[in-house]
């Protein structure tokens, strides 16, 4: 049995839903980064990394294309905010976070649009690449939006996460990949404790400096 087969395979079986080892392994991997990314460590991006190669093999399994070029984005975008955040270090070795501006604002959620509708039109036109063409443009467009914020200390990031979550979850559900929906509810659990907690630094020098 070659790797990818063994991670293909069926790990368990819970409440009737098959899980496979790539979207445990994965999964696992990724939860571990976002609470790095919460926590502000520049360990987040190798994890991130590390998530998308092996989330690549369970999105194949299951012919999510979409899915398959979130995660593709998701290795390329971590290798450069690992250099982003390696670079933008405090002294303190602490990473600064912020609110975008209102025209950072307007370039995230115009290339979200416009990302979305691109590769919408392009699933579209080709069906083989997904059989839910306009979820999973909305997925590959928002995945890269928010980890683009992420690597320049957006807050905005995580509410960016939170939108995707939010078609993730029942996408995940319906194309048989239980444990990534599963583990997208505990993502937005954490989602919106970082998003509280990047907000409150932004607001309080003070408590920057006391829990850095």
């Not at 079986?13 to 976002?34: C, M, P, R, V």
């Not at 604002?105 to 059989?131: D, E, K, N």
């Not at 239980?178 to 954490?190: C, P, R, T």
Request: charged residues 10%; contains cysteine.
């Amino acid at each position: 049995m070659s790797a990818l087969d063994w991670l293909n395979s069926e790990a368990f079986t819970a409440f009737g839903q098959h899980i496979i080892w790539s979207d445990l392994i994965g999964n696992t991997i990724g939860l571990t980064a976002l609470a790095l990314g919460w926590l502000r460590s520049v360990w987040t991006w190798p994890a991130q990394l590390l998530s998308g190669v092996v989330l690549i093999a369970a999105n194949v399994s299951v012919q999510q294309a979409g899915s398959v070029g979130k995660q593709l984005i998701v290795v390329a975008v971590a290798v450069w905010g690992w250099q982003q955040w390696t670079r933008g270090r405090q002294q303190d070795g602490s990473i600064a976070v912020r609110f975008a501006t209102w025209r950072e604002r307007a370039y995230l959620a115009g290339g979200a649009a416009v990302g979305t509708l691109a590769v919408g039109c392009l699933f579209t036109a080709f069906p083989s690449l997904s059989w839910s063409p306009w979820a999973d443009a909305y997925i590959f467009a928002g995945t890269l939006v928010a980890m683009l914020a992420q690597a320049r200390g957006m807050v905005e990031f995580w509410f960016a996460w939170l939108l995707v979550d939010l078609v993730g979850v029942p996408l995940n559900f319906h194309s048989g990949l239980a444990f990534s929906g599963l583990i997208y509810v505990v993502y937005g659990a954490l989602v919106l404790w970082g998003m509280r907690d990047w907000w409150l630094r932004t607001r309080s020098p003070a408590l920057e400096g006391a829990t850095a």
